[in-house]
């Protein structure tokens, strides 16, 4: 019985035994197979596969870096806190020069450039390739006056575009500062030539245009249209900076003489139940603490330039004292605007009463700003 019961056991592992013997004989037979494929053949095949999904990516990745639309300023790991828009709104505690030569980085310069010639090709599709190569790196004059055009149109779009609602949005923050830099380093470079001067004054010219017709919204036709409060103060400080270059600053205070003018008027005879009156009300408030801003910033480091223009300087002393008495007018309605023009024309006396600005204006000019 107990023999019976051995040769079953080994009945059984013998059985197992060739069971597992036919199964690898099966397993090598199916490996030796021609076509069938080894695991050296897959394990290549898995790289090859790995290889060309790395490739599309680093595809994207290229084309996202070429595409200045998707390409942010600074990468994440060099991101900083833009200082540009600080002191929103209020006078500068240290009144000195914008010290923008000191910051101005060429890295930067180039990244800004790059942004510049994305918005100019779109702008330019179908026309020749020798007029899209001028706006190139190059040092000649002709290639910066077209870059200072460039870099203009550029500031005025942003600022049209991209909504400066939000004073901490770093996107729009960074490249409204390298804009103004950009500009002011430019045009530096430019008047130290001596020429084009009639066609820099009109790129300039235009700028302020643009900029001071942005910043006070409710004076457009229709009347109609109601603007937000911070982007018109955003507006006003990227006005201010700008016009820490005299070129600029003196322009600038003349053109909002001229639209205080105009909106004085419009006042005089608006209805103050009106709904824009509210807009324009805050529109004179701007352009009014501009004024202050830039006498108060920038009036006597304007005038320790060479090329300092005392012929403009008359011209934008003489329309804030015509601003003044035009304000006078609507004294029974708006008190304040008189007050605010005092403060102006006091910052200016005060100014002038240094002895290196007395020569600077005449002493008629001087006399009306303290009446």
């Not at 200082?83 to 505690?93: S, T």
């Not at 009144?95 to 010639?117: E, I, M, P, T, Y």
Request: a negative charge; charged letters at 30%; proline letters at 2%.
């Amino acid at each position: 019985m107990e023999m019976a019961e051995k040769e079953g056991g080994n009945d059984e592992s013998l059985k197992l035994a060739v069971a597992i013997s036919l199964l690898r004989s099966k397993v090598l037979n199916n490996n030796n197979e021609p076509g069938a494929p080894s695991n050296d053949a897959l394990r290549w095949k898995r790289k090859a596969k790995e290889r060309k999904q790395e490739i599309l990516r680093l595809r994207e990745d290229l084309n996202e870096a070429l595409d200045a639309s998707h390409c942010d300023l600074f990468p994440a790991s060099a991101s900083c806190k833009c200082y540009f828009f600080d002191n929103l709104g209020q006078l500068n505690p240290n009144q000195h020069g914008s010290g923008s030569d000191a910051r101005f980085n060429d890295v930067l310069r180039r990244r800004f450039l790059r942004q510049v010639r994305f918005k100019e090709r779109r702008r330019r599709v179908g026309s020749s390739s020798s007029s899209k190569q001028r706006l190139t790196l190059g040092l000649t004059e002709e290639d910066e006056t077209e870059q200072l055009k460039a870099s203009v149109d550029f500031l005025v779009d942003l600022c049209d575009s991209v909504s400066p609602v939000i004073v901490d949005d770093s996107k729009f923050a960074n490249l409204a500062h390298q804009a103004e830099e950009f500009i002011l380093v430019t045009l530096k470079n430019l008047l130290s030539n001596g020429r084009n001067l009639e066609l820099i004054e009109g790129i300039i010219n235009s700028l302020v245009t643009r900029l001071v017709r942005k910043m006070c919204l409710p004076l457009s036709e229709n009347g109609s249209q109601h603007s937000d409060a911070n982007a018109q103060y955003c507006i006003q400080h990227l006005i201010r900076k700008l016009g820490s270059e005299g070129y600029i600053g003196q322009r600038a205070i003349l053109s909002v003489c001229q639209r205080i003018l105009v909106l004085a008027d419009r006042l005089l005879f608006s209805d103050p139940f009106d709904d824009a009156f509210p807009d324009m009300h805050e529109s004179m408030f701007l352009m009014i603490q501009l004024i202050e801003f830039m006498v108060s910033d920038y009036l006597l480091e304007w005038s320790k330039s060479e090329d300092f223009d005392k012929v403009l300087l008359e011209d934008w002393v003489s329309s804030i004292i015509q601003a003044k008495k035009a304000l006078e007018l609507l004294e029974s309605r708006n008190g304040l605007y008189v007050l605010y023009m005092d403060r102006v024309t006091g910052e200016l006396a005060k100014q002038f009463g240094r002895a290196s600005l007395q020569k600077l204006i005449k002493q008629d000019i001087f006399n009306s700003l303290l009446h």
